[in-house]
């Protein structure tokens, strides 16, 4: 095998991601890797090991002993240690019990109702949404369709106006990159916009899921002020990011062989196992949100002390061969592609993964309907990954639209 020379998290690292995973996955399950921002992680990297890592009561998610981790790196290091609101004392970054109170006191209100009943809602949108673009020159896929419609989705489930969606955009999009200098200012500037919009639902409260989760109850638990303020950052960046990656990530590897577009468009029936699919092949979550050791554990025969910040590599643990056959070839209507770590494993799956599955499936249904010769507007080396360790995603996709 050749020699992998692309460090990770490294300048050229995030464009050659798939290629850094199925090199470095072969020659051990642990690596050793430093964040741009200066926070030294282990990073696991096979499938079976990610997936007990996932679940491991070792592995703790424990807000402050986290926080204080990374702090404690940051000032070392130079580097201001404030952390942004996404390391807040939300669901995330909890252990059990305070885990399972928040995520109890969300999923109370994000029900799988509340997510059915907006699916007629979105087909509406994504029809509105398919109805402005061209077909006679090269579209930016990202920017018209993957991101507004699950920014658009979020900001309906939660009552933000969609006013101020440019904002919102330009602050996500600093949140997910691991530089402070960019993360903090948005951080605050979310902030202090979410500050205003919870004393405004508090004031005259709505049927979104935001002012369900601030009205003051008589009885029985409730969200105090930093962890609604957490769980909204929370919410409102991972409810739409990973749609976007994952919506604009299936759509380029379907393209890069349009005969699966065309046979996508001649049978819809076969969508969402390409959905599958494409989160097994190229997760729009790269790693997964960060841990750190409270004692020794051992680990592909790599034994990582006490104290360590740990993350799984999603990506890589996917494509695995020795989980999936031919893991790192796309194959529409694998059996066991659901199998993938996509949207993690253990107490801490994902929540919003229905919402994200089904805003992804109207969206490929719609766009392989209407534009069943669509094609790639650019090669594969001039589409840019975003410089994030957790997320996933193309800067831009053009494609060229065609029915």
Request: negative net charge; aromatic residues 6%.
């Amino acid at each position: 095998m050749t020699p992998c020379t692309t460090a990770l998290f490294g300048e050229n690292y995030w464009n050659q991601s798939l290629a850094v995973a199925d090199a470095l996955r072969p020659q051990a399950s642990v690596h050793r890797a430093t964040l741009p921002n200066q926070v030294r992680v282990w990073v696991i990297s096979q499938y079976d090991d990610a997936r007990a890592a996932l679940s491991d009561p070792r592995l703790s998610k424990d807000n402050a002993g986290l926080t204080a981790i990374i702090r404690d790196q940051l000032a070392a290091a130079g580097q201001e240690a404030d952390l942004s609101n996404m390391f807040a004392p939300h669901m995330m970054f909890n252990d059990d019990p305070a885990h399972a109170r928040l995520r109890a006191l969300v999923a109370a209100k994000f029900t799988r109702g509340r997510v059915r009943a907006l699916r007629p809602w979105i087909e509406q949108l994504a029809t509105a949404v398919l109805d402005e673009l061209p077909v006679d020159r090269p579209v930016d896929l990202i920017d018209t369709v993957a991101f507004p419609l699950p920014l658009n989705v979020i900001c309906q489930l939660l009552g933000v106006p969609l006013d101020d969606r440019e904002y919102l955009r330009e602050w996500t999009a600093a949140l997910m990159e691991d530089l402070p200098e960019r993360a903090l200012p948005a951080s605050r500037e979310m902030e202090r916009y979410f500050d205003r919009l919870i004393a405004a639902r508090r004031a005259v409260p709505g049927d979104d899921l935001l002012s369900a989760l601030v009205q003051q109850s008589e009885h029985g638990d409730q969200l105090t002020p930093p962890e609604l303020m957490g769980t909204l950052f929370l919410l409102f960046v991972a409810g739409h990011e990973t749609t976007t990656n994952l919506i604009g990530n299936t759509v380029r590897h379907l393209l890069a062989e349009p005969s699966r577009w065309r046979r996508l468009a001649a049978d819809p029936g076969l969508v969402p196992a390409a959905i599958e699919e494409s989160l097994r092949y190229d997760s729009p979550v790269r790693m997964a949100t960060h841990r750190f050791t409270t004692e020794d554990v051992a680990y592909g025969g790599v034994v990582i002390p006490a104290g360590e910040i740990v993350l799984v590599w999603l990506q890589s643990a996917n494509r695995d061969d020795n989980r999936f056959p031919r893991a790192t070839d796309l194959v529409l209507g694998r059996a066991d592609a659901a199998a993938h770590l996509s949207f993690g494993h253990g107490i801490h799956y994902c929540l919003g993964a229905p919402l994200g599955r089904m805003e992804a499936e109207i969206v490929l249904r719609a766009l392989t309907q209407r534009f069943p010769d669509a094609r790639l507007a650019a090669s594969a080396h001039e589409l840019q990954r975003r410089p994030s360790a957790i997320m996933n995603g193309y800067v831009g996709l053009p494609v060229r639209l065609a029915g």
